[in-house]
DNA sequence: GTTGCTGCAAAGCTTTTGCATTAGG
DNA sequence: CCTAATGCAAAAGCTTTGCAGCAAC
């Protein structure tokens, strides 16, 4: 159910791929599994290897980032917050749902997950009156997180 | 209610702020006006206008752009569908709703538009559940569109 | 031994910025 | 006239790519 995933999955879904269970591809998971509900950007999970001296070249980040994101292993998820750049994370759902939101909160940047997935009947109305067939979606919320709302209240 | 603008909108919004009623403002602003519920790019919008003869540099677009999309100005609206440029529209809502999604065909890369606000009871929940303040969201679909369902399905 | 991967540097994108010149109000 | 806007080119991000050397299997 809630799939975590670690490195013995990266080494087992390469195994029946022509693509190598390689030290960096390795090291760039261990960040995500190490940090887990952070949202990395290539450019960070290279200064956090490098500052545990895996010497690592960003290229590679971003090649690795990308193969893990791939349909064939899945493994992460890219996202995209508007700031700028690619956002990576544990892709936590199971292979063919796809309930992920997030919110953000737009003083101090935070993002907050929200799992629950009540877009399932909006989407069935859209198949209903636009004939469009939904196969996943993108939902984000911008806004004031608690303690933000708290500060500026005072 | 439609508020769909013009140009002489612009030049009211104008008319009580610092920022010059320019003729590259004028142009930018007219190439929306008469492509309605197109989703255009910086880029495109300074093609269109290169074909038109009208010489305006490319970082002039983006500075049109940026106003037009200001808070005070707020004629067009930033979108980003995540092809790797910002695109904008004109903005059709009320100046303190925000009530816009869009359906994006997997298969043609179609932009379908989807007005209605069905996320409010949602929002209510995040408040009472996260303590979150929701002030705005964006809201993407990703599928597949009428036409190309029915040219996979034969 | 193949085949694919890495590192580096260079290049590709979109977008922003600095500055002298021009144009609105 | 004064202030803001423009155009151009240069620079600034993030990301991709080419290629020689290297590592996985």
Same mark, same amino acid.
Do not use: W
């Given at each position: 159910?809630?799939?975590?995933?670690?490195?013995?999955?990266?080494?087992?879904?390469?195994?029946? !791929?022509? /693509?190598?269970?390689?030290?960096?591809?390795?090291?760039?998971?261990?960040?995500?599994?190490?940090?887990?509900?952070?949202?990395? !950007?290539?450019?960070?999970?290279?200064?956090?290897?490098?500052?545990?001296?895996?010497?690592? *070249?960003?290229?590679?980040?971003?090649?690795?980032?990308?193969?893990?994101?791939?349909?064939?292993? *899945?493994?992460?998820?890219?996202?995209?917050? *508007?700031?700028?750049? !690619?956002? /990576?994370?544990?892709?936590?759902?199971?292979?063919?749902?796809?309930?992920?939101?997030?919110?953000?909160?737009?003083?101090?940047?935070?993002?907050?997950?929200?799992?629950?997935?009540?877009?399932?009947?909006?989407?069935?109305?859209?198949?209903? %009156?636009?004939?469009? %067939?939904?196969?996943?979606?993108?939902?984000?919320?911008? *806004?004031?997180?608690?303690?933000?709302?708290?500060?500026?209240?005072?």
């Amino acid at each position: 159910m809630s799939a975590t995933y670690s490195l013995d999955d990266l080494r087992q879904k390469l195994q029946n !791929s022509p /693509y190598k269970c390689t030290h960096q591809r390795r090291v760039v998971l261990e960040v995500f599994v190490n940090n887990p509900g952070v949202h990395l !950007s290539a450019e960070e999970v290279h200064d956090i290897l490098k500052q545990k001296s895996a010497d690592i *070249g960003l290229a590679t980040v971003y090649r690795a980032l990308e193969l893990l994101c791939s349909k064939e292993i *899945g493994i992460l998820q890219k996202i995209d917050f *508007g700031d700028g750049c !690619s956002r /990576y994370e544990l892709n936590l759902t199971e292979p063919n749902s796809h309930q992920h939101h997030h919110m953000i909160c737009t003083n101090c940047k935070k993002v907050i997950e929200f799992s629950e997935d009540m877009l399932d009947d909006l989407e069935a109305d859209i198949m209903k %009156k636009c004939g469009f %067939k939904v196969t996943d979606h993108q939902v984000k919320f911008f *806004g004031l997180c608690e303690e933000c709302r708290n500060e500026i209240a005072n």
